[in-house]
C-alpha cells in the first residue's frame, strides 16, 4: 500500500434551505499502512512549530472515501497531495518522509504527541518541519491551544458526523 500525505481545506455550511459558511478547516491528512490520521492545523506556538490536532483516525482505506465522498460535494479542497515513507508508525510520535518536496508541505515532518496540550479525547502533535499553511494563527499558551482546538473540532464536527454515518451503512 502506498503512504501518501494530503494537505487540504474542508469547508463547513449550516442551513437547510439557504446555505451559510461557517468557517474553514485546513486539514493534513496521513495514509499509513493500516491507517489514516486526519488532522486539523490549528497553528503555530511560541517555538515556531505547528500545533495539530487530531479529528480522525481509522482503517486506511477509508482516507480515499472521505476524500472523494467531500470532493464532489465541494466540501473537501485538495490543495496538494505527496508520496511519504512513515517507517515508524508509533502513536506518541511518528515521522513523515517526503518522496519530494512540494509547495506548501516542503519538508520531513515529525509528528510528537503534545502530553501538556492533549485532555480526553482532544490529541494534538507538534509539527517538525517546514510548512506552508495558508492561513497561520500564532498561538501564545496551552489554552489558546485548547481553545482553538474546540473551535475548530466544532466547525469540523458536522461534516464528521456524516462521514462516520456513510461509513456505518
Known amino acids: 500500500m502506498k503512504h501518501r500525505i494530503t494537505f487540504g481545506i474542508l469547508k463547513t455550511y449550516s442551513g437547510l434551505l439557504t446555505k451559510r459558511h461557517i468557517g474553514n478547516v485546513q486539514l493534513i491528512i496521513i495514509e499509513m499502512s493500516k491507517e489514516f490520521l486526519m488532522l486539523n492545523v490549528i497553528g503555530k506556538n511560541l517555538n515556531d512549530q505547528h500545533v495539530a490536532q487530531v479529528l480522525l483516525r481509522g482503517p486506511a482505506e477509508f482516507a480515499n472515501k472521505f476524500i472523494d465522498q467531500f470532493e464532489e460535494d465541494g466540501k473537501y479542497i485538495p490543495i496538494e497531495e505527496i508520496l511519504c515513507d512513515v517507517p515508524n508508525e508509533n502513536q506518541d510520535k ?19 504527541l503534545d502530553k501538556d496540550s492533549s485532555v480526553g479525547k482532544i490529541k494534538i502533535y507538534t ?23 474546540l473551535k475548530k473540532q466544532a466547525i469540523a464536527k458536522p461534516i464528521l458526523n456524516q462521514f462516520m454515518a456513510s461509513m456505518k451503512r
Open 127 to 149: 509539527m517538525e518541519g517546514k510548512f506552508t499553511p495558508l492561513l497561520v494563527e500564532k498561538i501564545e499558551n496551552k489554552s489558546q491551544i485548547k481553545m482553538k482546538a
Open 94 to 112: 511518528f515521522k513523515v518522509i517526503l518522496k519530494k518536496k512540494g509547495k506548501y508541505l516542503n519538508s520531513h515532518y515529525t509528528f510528537t
